[in-house]
Nanobody, 123 residues
């Protein structure tokens, strides 16, 4: 059973940066290394959306709204995925979640959704 714990959120001013972490447990490092990993966000009153994903091979894709500002990465030795968020905007405010999948579109998320981590961008 894939278990996910997100951390690293907080309150930041517009233009600031945050680095989110997603710790994955319940699977071996070898299994984690063949997962695709994705970061999602859900703002109040909106559906959850996939904002960044990284394949097992390390190729990445991003939602247009975050392209050029966010960077997804992974450390297979630590069973952890990261989301570096720069040039944050108020519209980035949301609860951020991660999940794993067999394809880079994460069409079928493998883990139960965690608590997420709140990101608030405000002056």
């Amino acid at each position: 059973q894939v278990q996910l714990v997100e951390s690293g959120g907080g309150l930041v001013q517009p233009g600031g940066s945050l680095r989110l972490s997603c710790a994955v447990s319940g699977v071996s490092r070898s299994i984690f290394s063949i997962y695709a990993m994705g970061w999602y966000r859900q703002a109040p009153g909106k559906q959850r959306e996939l904002v960044a994903a990284i394949s097992r091979a390390g190729s990445t894709n991003y939602a247009d709204s975050v392209k050029g500002r966010f960077t997804i990465s992974r450390d297979n030795a630590k069973n952890t995925a990261y989301l570096q968020m720069n040039s944050l905007k108020p519209e980035d405010t949301a609860v951020y979640y991660c999940n794993a999948g067999w394809d880079s579109g994460i069409s079928n998320p493998l883990g139960d959704w965690g608590q997420g981590t709140q990101v608030t961008v405000s002056s």
